[in-house]
């Protein structure tokens, strides 16, 4: 089994800054790439970065200059620096990997999410 959790969200006001973190455990050969999604209200999930193994990380437009994703590989967390937060990054934030088990069976797996709110 392989378990994503992450922490870091919370109430935090305009400009302000938090940081999410997100470790990987389990039956984990080697893990390629890992993302951060997010989910507003009434809204469908949606790619904010990810740090491929090896690789350039990428990121939404709307989040550009502002947040920054990082990935210490020998603790199979990624962690999720954001800035000059707005109210418009209030959302349901998902940790999401894509892995090799064990087994060298390739999958896709979701963290439970945490809650950011950016409100005065």
């Known amino acids: 089994q392989v378990q994503l959790v992450e922490s870091g969200g919370g109430l935090v006001q305009p400009g302000g800054s938090l940081r999410l973190s997100c470790a990987a455990s389990g039956n984990i050969l080697r893990i390629n790439t890992m993302s951060w999604y997010r989910q507003a209200p009434g809204e469908q999930r949606e790619p904010v970065a990810a740090v491929p193994s090896g690789g350039s990380s990428t990121y939404a437009d709307s989040v550009k200059g502002r947040f920054t994703i990082s990935r210490d590989s020998a603790k199979n967390t990624v962690y999720l620096q954001m800035n000059s937060l707005k109210p418009e990054d209030t959302a349901v934030y998902y940790c999401?990997?894509?892995?090799?088990?064990?087994?060298?069976?390739?999958?896709?797996?979701w963290g439970q999410g945490t809650q950011v709110t950016v409100s005065s």
């Open positions: 999401n990997a894509d892995l090799l088990d064990w087994a060298s069976r390739r999958g896709t797996y």
